[in-house]
């Protein structure tokens, strides 16, 4: 891995992160997730992508506030009024059971689809750590505690730089792998983390792009 950046990064948090999320923290000694500001709809706060029989899938996390309404990431409650959780892990399990290390890693990821988390920010960190115990990538996590304005010479501000309307945001160039439905699709790169731990096990981030 590249020498680590001292200053700190200052990014979202993301549910089930990417490829590129996960690229850009492991480059910081220091990692502050934003949760002070308001929430924004449409962003990977609350979905991810996974690669399906049928392509691209898009899980998302249900949350309780109105339309319109503006609240801080970290007051973000989830819903439960539809058992988004079974759909989900089902979900997860019918994409990669075929993979070659679910069996692996599938009880380190499966509690957390059994125990109601009140606020988003729970399943987010808690996701955030369990994945990163995985990938065997240390990092120093800590939640903002005010609102931090743009361009602070302080940290490295991404925030919303990873976000659905941005396809490659660092313009990496994918180094395709052994995905589980590729013998009826094209490689689909910068899916959540959780594609290439099920299908690569161990690796470095670095063997993923150039």
Excluded at 94 to 122: G, T
């Amino acid at each position: 891995m590249s020498q680590l950046m001292p200053t700190p990064l200052l990014i979202e948090p993301h549910y089930l992160p990417s490829i590129s999320w996960f690229n850009a923290v492991s480059r910081h000694t220091e990692i502050w997730l934003d949760v002070s500001s308001h929430y924004e709809k449409g962003s990977y706060r609350n979905r991810t992508l996974i690669l399906a029989a049928n392509g691209v899938q898009r899980l998302s996390v249900p949350l309780e506030h109105g339309r319109g309404q503006k609240i801080r990431s970290k007051d973000l409650r989830i819903s439960y009024a539809e058992n988004w959780q079974k759909n989900h892990w089902q979900a997860i399990c019918s994409s990669y059971k075929r993979s070659p290390f679910f069996d692996y890693f599938a009880d380190m990821l499966e509690p957390f689809y059994a125990r109601q988390y009140p606020f988003m920010i729970d399943l987010q960190t808690g996701l955030i750590s369990s994945l990163s115990r995985m990938m065997r990538l240390p990092l120093d996590i800590r939640l903002t505690e005010h609102y931090i304005e743009p361009h602070d010479p302080q940290v490295v501000d991404l925030r919303n730089v990873v976000h659905p309307q941005h396809t490659n945001p660092f313009e990496l160039h994918w180094l395709p792998y052994t995905q589980v439905f590729s013998d009826r699709s094209t490689f689909i790169p910068d899916l959540s983390i959780i594609d290439v731990i099920f299908n690569r096990g161990k690796f470095n981030l670095t063997d993923l792009y150039l």
